[in-house]
């Protein structure tokens, strides 16, 4: 099993400022074959469904702001909002795809505003 | 737009078996090569994937939770669906029904597209 492991647990950035979220797994999630990093974030609101921001790592899916970026290869990488604002109040999670079929999230980051 | 619906019950007894179904709308269920898939979130925790299916009947599970559970799929209701059997408090969560991400012919085990979410508790 790959065990994806986020940090910090919770996180509190004032709005505008800088917020980046951590994700390590226990092993790597780079496809040599494709040179493709398997992995992805998530935005979660209360309430709501998880909402897929980026994948391959570092590719926004359409629509989401391009405050939002994703970085790292192997087995460290980070999601990065590069000026807060007030809705992006959330709990944002990675999830590696690359081993089949035992597709694990990490822990989850909650950000809230300082 | 694509769009999944959960339903079933919300309140199952233990040892009983959990039923939900995933209703699609805005699209078939039978487009190739999507996968249609369950997570599930217990209260106040993370996502955990279960599994998912093809529209052929080919279907992939968590080995966490393989024995316990079936995903099947009806291509004439649009609709596939999840049993969990002999359910104990632990499987207590909100339920996801989910389509994969695919593009240029290839598909990648990520979530692209969600439903709403249906809570289902685990109590006597």
């Known amino acids: 099993d790959i065990v994806m492991t986020q940090s910090p647990d919770s996180l509190a950035v004032s709005l505008g400022e800088r917020a980046t979220i951590d994700c390590k797994s226990s092993r790597s999630v780079l496809y040599s074959s494709n040179n493709k990093n398997y992995l992805a974030w998530y935005q979660q609101k209360p309430g709501q469904p998880p909402k897929l921001l980026i994948y391959w790592a570092s590719t926004r899916e359409s629509g989401v702001p391009d405050r939002f970026s994703g970085s790292g290869s192997g087995t460290d990488f980070t999601l990065t909002i590069s000026s807060l604002q007030a809705e992006d109040v959330a709990v944002y999670y990675c999830q590696q795809y690359y081993t089949t079929p035992e597709y694990s999230f990490g822990q989850g980051t909650k950000l809230e505003i300082k | 737009q694509l769009q999944l619906q959960e339903s079933g019950p919300g309140l199952v007894k233990p040892s009983e078996t959990l039923s939900l179904t995933c209703t699609v709308s805005g699209g078939s269920i039978s487009s190739s090569p999507y996968y249609w898939g369950w997570i599930r979130q217990p209260p106040g925790k993370g996502l955990e994937w279960i599994g998912y299916i093809y529209y052929t009947g080919s279907a992939h599970y968590n080995p966490s939770l393989k024995s316990r559970v079936t995903i099947s799929v009806d291509t004439s209701k649009n609709q596939f669906s999840l049993k969990l059997s002999s359910v104990t408090a632990a499987d207590t969560a909100v339920y996801y029904c989910?389509?994969?991400?695919?593009?240029?012919?290839?598909?990648?085990?990520?979530?692209?597209?969600w439903g709403q979410g249906t809570l289902v508790t685990v109590s006597s």
């Open positions: 989910a389509r994969t991400y695919c593009s240029g012919g290839s598909c990648y085990d990520f979530f692209e597209y």
